[in-house]
């Protein structure tokens, strides 16, 4: 986990230590036909930072915050030879019921994400953005998308018509369809 820079893992798993415990007990390989999820509960966050990737710098704090609920999934690893396959309908329904088992067991009735599976993983973030908004309409969930990649923002804006059409879709079937003729 921690030998390619800080993302979003790797950083909340720095400054909520008690994870790596967590993971050590209870972590395991998922297989990708696996579509389960880990909840961890009242974790305390040690330590805030700043930047991101490689240029990630940590902060001493005196002020712990316990964060109630975190819910841990993984994406599907593309490398460079195969990000091409991450548009088949095969791949977009695997990543679209690991959401929903995210999704769907967490307590919380708002989820704050970001660029799951983008970076290392090879995904492609608008993809991914599409797939996180499906599973928050389906479960009736706030989407908070936190991004600090500007050029991933202006690209998700541009496309605003495109997630209207995701909002008044008539139903799931025809949402499913809007996004397996993303890359279209």
């Not at 880990?38 to 710098?57: A, L, Q």
């Not at 095969?90 to 999704?103: D, L």
């Not at 989407?143 to 605003?160: A, M, V």
């Amino acid at each position: 986990m921690l030998t390619t820079g800080c993302c979003q893992e790797e950083i909340y798993y720095l400054t909520h230590p008690e994870l790596f415990v967590a993971m050590v007990l209870f972590g395991y390989e998922v297989e990708d036909n696996e579509y389960s999820c880990v909840e961890i509960i009242n974790c305390i966050r040690y330590s805030n930072y700043s930047n991101y990737g490689f240029n990630t710098k940590f902060k001493k704090t005196d002020k712990y915050t316990i964060v109630k609920s975190f819910v841990e999934i993984d994406a599907y690893r593309f490398n460079r030879n195969n990000t091409h396959l991450q548009y088949q309908k095969k791949y977009i329904n695997r990543e679209i019921n690991k959401c929903i088992a995210g999704f769907f067991n967490s307590s919380k009735e708002i989820i704050t994400t970001g660029n799951w599976g983008c970076g290392a993983f090879g995904g492609d973030a608008e993809l991914k953005f599409l797939i996180q908004l499906f599973v928050a309409i389906l479960y009736d969930k706030q989407l908070i998308y936190c991004t600090n990649d500007i050029e991933i923002l202006n690209r998700l804006k541009q496309k605003n018509i495109f997630y209207k059409d995701m909002l008044y879709a008539k139903d799931l079937k025809e949402l499913k369809q809007i996004i397996y003729r993303f890359k279209e």
